[in-house]
T-cell receptor, first 114, second 117 residues
Framework: AQSVTQLGSHVSVSEGALVLLRCNYS??????LFWYVQYPNQGLQLLLK??????LVKGINGFEAEFKKSETSFHLTKPSAHMSDAAEYFC????????????FGPGTSLSVIP | GAVVSQHPSWVICKSGTSVKIECRSL??????MFWYRQFPKQSLMLMAT?????????EQGVEKDKFLINHASLTLSTLTVTSAHPEDSSFYIC?????????????FGPGTRLTVL
């Protein structure tokens, strides 16, 4: 069974600083991996996804993530934080088959300090 | 493209009543939809997988008689919370796969806030 852990339920960074949100997964088969962002009282927006192509995945809003099989990690980064990046971030995994269910991590709340 | 809507966006009901939440894929067909619930400050918990034309598959611990799911068409799935109680108050989010896409990607609705008094 798949599972996702996110180290740090809350991360705080200064505006302009590097953003690093950690995600580790467990899967018995090659996974598909996702990062989603959620703003208060809204649904989820896909930031980026890994689907067994390039290990470094670039997403929207300047975010990127690197798939490291040896570390079973898929950490999310952004070189320079913006105030608008403050939100809840979820890492998610699926088994990579079409229409398979997606399991979400517990989430990391990102605060950006001006 | 790939827009998913939910209706209503919020609902308040009395304890003991039933509430229906709709999830629609507006510009694509979805043979598979998922229903999640999210408590405040928590992650999304998968409740069930909704397949068009067949019975839903419920996750362990989710009462299928309490959370009725119907996926009668390729663009609509409904979740009915029967005999709602205050502990059912939550944020319910649906997602849908675009049957025409090869890559596994869900599109999420904006969510429905349910408050049971």
């Amino acid at each position: 069974a798949q599972s996702v852990t996110q180290l740090g339920s809350h991360v705080s960074v200064s505006e302009g600083a590097l953003v690093l949100l950690r995600c580790n997964y467990s899967s018995s088969v090659p996974p598909y991996l996702f990062w989603y962002v959620q703003y208060p009282n809204q649904g989820l927006q896909l930031l980026l996804k890994y689907t067994s192509a390039a290990t470094l995945v670039k997403g929207i809003n300047g975010f990127e993530a690197e798939f490291k099989k040896s570390e079973t990690s898929f950490h999310l980064t952004k070189p320079s934080a913006h105030m608008s990046d403050a939100a809840e971030y979820f890492c998610a995994v699926s088994e990579g088959t079409s229409y398979d269910k997606v399991i979400f991590g517990p989430g990391t709340s990102l605060s950006v300090i001006p | 493209g790939a827009v998913v809507s939910q209706h209503p966006s919020w609902v308040i009901c009395k304890s003991g009543t039933s509430v229906k939440i709709e999830c629609r894929s507006l510009d694509f067909q979805a043979t598979t939809m998922f229903w999640y619930r999210q408590f405040p400050k928590q992650s999304l918990m998968l409740m069930a997988t909704s397949n068009e034309g067949s019975k839903a598959t419920y996750e362990q611990g989710v009462e299928k008689d309490k959370f009725l799911i119907n996926h009668a068409s390729l663009t609509l799935s409904t979740l009915t919370v029967t005999s709602a109680h205050p502990e059912d108050s939550s944020f319910y989010i649906c997602s849908a796969f675009d049957s025409g896409r090869a890559i596994n990607e869900q599109f999420f609705g904006p969510g429905t806030r349910l408050t049971v008094l």
